[in-house]
């Protein structure tokens, strides 16, 4: 069975700084990377272990906040002087 490359949009070449020319594939627990524009070539061990996924506002439980913590704004007339 043929292995896919895929090219990984927006990568640059660490080698020719060439943009959109970077493949990467998997095999046998390696992981490949390639350009088509110089002979640049990597191997790259897969780590088993999964990270554990970054803290942002999307996936963080929301906070119990009273109504004492907010305040009403006040929007003054500058006519009205």
């Known amino acids: 069975m043929a292995v896919q490359k895929r090219f990984i949009a927006g990568a640059i070449c660490p080698r020719c ?8 594939w998997e095999q046998h627990g390696i992981r490949y990377r390639e350009c ?3 002979d640049f070539f990597e191997q790259l061990p897969i ?4 990270l554990p996924e970054l803290t942002t506002r999307v ?4 906070d ?4 004492e913590d907010f305040q009403p704004v006040k929007i003054l007339d500058p006519k009205a002087r």
Do not use: L
């Not at 119990?64 to 109504?67: E, L, N, V």
């Open 47 to 50: 780590e088993d272990e999964t």
């Open 36 to 38: 088509v524009s110089c």
């Open 17 to 24: 700084a060439e943009m959109d020319r970077i493949r990467s």
């Open 59 to 62: 996936n963080q439980a929301r």
């Open 64 to 67: 119990d906040r009273s109504q």
